[in-house]
C-alpha cells in the first residue's frame, strides 16, 4: 500500500531552511522561515517566558490533560490581548476561544468551524498568501477564491482592486485577512481601509477571518489590533486565528488560539462544544507547556511589563533593520527601496525574479524565497553588507 506513494518535492520555506542549514559557507545567510533573530543570529527565550518556565518546574505537580478547550488563563489573557481589555464583545460574553497547537492549528480548527456551519463556503484570499493556507484551511473541504492584495509595481497594497474582487464576496463565504505584518509582503491595510472591508462585510454578509500571527512586530501591540478590533466592534461575527509563536517566541511549544466572536453568548458557548468537538477529532488534546509559559505571562503583572518591553525591543528593532537594509540596498543597487522602510513586520519582497533569488543561493549562499520574500529579522550588522553586495550582483 505505502509503495504507491510518491516523494513529494521539499516544504517550500522549511526546505529552503534545510538547505540552508546544510550548506557549507561559513558566509550564508538564512532569510527564510520568519523567526525573529537577534544581532547573534540567534532565536532567543524571553527572559519573561523563562522566569515563568523556572516557576512551572518549581510549582507543576501533574502532567495530565489540560481541558479539551486549554488552559483558561491562557485563553482569557488571550481574549483581551487581541480584543482589548474594554472589548465590548468580551464585555457582552459573546467570544468563545480554544488554544490550539500554534496559530496552524487555530486556523484548521477555524476552518472546521466554518466548514460545519456552511460546507458551500469560499474562502478568499489574498494574493499571494502565506502558501500555508491553501493546504491548511483547503484540507477541510473548504473552497477558495483569490483577492487581488499586492502591487509588485507599486510594493503596496492595490486597495481598488481588492475592493472590486471583495464585491464578489457573499454571506456564508469567508475573507481571510491578515491582521498585521502580511505574510510574504509585509503591506498591511490602513485603518480607513479596514472600515471600509467592515463596510462591505457588514452590507454584503461575509464573515471575516482575520490570521493574527504577528501582533507586537509591527508598530505594537495596540496597535496592530487596530483594524481587527474595528472589524470586531462593527460586526456580528469575526473568527480570529491568534499565534504565540513570534510574540511570545514559543514557536516549537506550538501555541495559538481559534477565537470566535459570535452574535450572542449562547452561540458562543455553541461554538465552543463544537471547537472542542473538531479538536477532538483532529487532535485531541492540545500541547500544554507554550500555554502554560504565555498565561502565566499574560496574567502576572510584573512578568507581563517584562513581556512587553522585550517585545517593543523587538519591534524597534526590524524597524530599525527595515531602514538599515533599505539604505544597504540603495547604496549598492541604486533604485528605490524606500517599501522596506513602509513594510511591516518580519517580511518583506525585494522584488526579484525567481531566477534571481535563486542565483542568490547558489551562487552566494544567501537564502530567500523564490517569491524573493526576505525574513527581515534574519538581517544584523555583520551581514546586511553581504546581502546587499550580492543582491546587487544578481540584479
Ligand atoms: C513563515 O512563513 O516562514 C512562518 O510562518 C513559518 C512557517 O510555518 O512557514
Not at 8 to 29: T, W
Not at 222 to 227: F, I, N, P, T
Request: glycine share 10%; hydrophobic share 45%.
Amino acid at each position: 500500500m505505502l509503495r504507491s506513494l510518491q516523494q513529494l518535492p521539499a516544504d517550500p520555506i522549511l526546505g529552503l531552511s534545510a538547505a540552508c542549514r546544510a550548506d557549507p559557507n561559513p558566509g550564508k545567510v538564512d532569510l527564510t522561515v520568519g523567526i525573529y533573530m537577534d544581532e547573534a543570529g540567534v532565536c532567543p527565550v524571553f527572559e519573561a517566558i523563562q522566569m515563568a518556565q523556572r516557576a512551572l518546574v518549581e510549582e507543576e505537580v501533574t502532567k495530565a490533560y489540560l481541558p479539551a478547550a486549554g488552559d483558561e488563563s491562557f485563553n482569557t489573557g488571550l481574549q483581551r490581548l487581541v480584543l482589548g481589555e474594554g472589548s465590548a464583545a468580551l464585555l457582552e460574553g459573546r467570544v468563545s476561544s480554544i488554544q490550539t497547537p500554534g496559530g496552524c492549528g487555530a486556523l484548521r480548527i477555524g476552518a472546521e468551524i466554518v466548514h460545519a456551519a456552511a460546507p458551500d463556503a469560499r474562502v478568499w484570499v489574498s494574493d499571494p498568501t502565506w502558501p500555508v493556507h491553501i493546504p491548511l484551511l483547503g484540507s477541510v473541504g473548504l473552497e477558495f477564491r483569490t483577492y487581488n492584495y499586492y502591487d509588485p509595481a507599486t510594493h503596496g497594497v492595490n486597495f481598488d482592486a481588492m475592493v472590486e474582487d471583495l464585491k464578489n464576496a457573499v454571506a456564508g463565504d469567508v475573507v481571510l485577512l491578515h491582521g498585521c505584518c502580511h505574510n510574504p509582503c509585509g503591506a498591511d491595510l490602513t485603518l480607513p481601509q479596514w472600515g471600509v472591508i467592515a463596510e462591505m462585510a457588514e452590507r454584503q454578509g461575509f464573515t471575516p477571518f482575520v490570521d493574527f500571527a504577528y501582533q507586537g512586530l509591527g508598530d505594537g501591540l495596540e496597535e496592530d489590533a487596530a483594524g481587527l478590533r474595528l472589524l470586531v466592534s462593527r460586526l456580528p461575527e469575526v473568527i480570529v486565528a491568534a499565534s504565540c509563536s513570534k510574540n511570545f517566541g514559543l514557536y516549537r511549544e506550538r501555541v495559538g488560539a481559534a477565537i470566535f466572536v459570535c452574535s450572542d453568548a449562547a452561540n458562543a458557548r455553541a461554538i465552543l462544544s463544537q471547537s472542542q468537538a473538531a479538536a477532538r477529532r483532529v487532535y485531541s488534546m492540545p500541547p500544554a507547556q507554550g500555554a502554560l509559559l504565555a498565561g502565566r505571562v499574560l496574567s502576572d503583572d510584573r512578568l507581563g511589563a517584562i513581556w512587553r518591553t522585550e517585545l517593543s525591543a523587538m519591534c524597534q528593532r526590524i524597524n530599525g533593520l527595515r531602514s538599515d537594509l533599505r539604505r544597504a540596498l540603495e547604496a549598492q543597487c541604486g533604485g528605490d527601496f524606500a517599501f522596506i522602510e513602509r513594510e511591516k513586520g518580519m517580511f518583506s519582497f525585494l522584488g526579484l525574479s525567481a531566477e534571481q533569488a535563486q542565483r542568490l543561493r547558489h551562487e552566494h549562499s544567501v537564502y530567500m524565497l523564490d517569491s524573493s520574500r526576505i525574513n527581515v529579522a534574519g538581517v544584523n550588522a555583520r551581514n546586511i553588507g553581504y546581502i546587499a553586495e550580492s543582491v546587487a550582483k544578481v540584479l
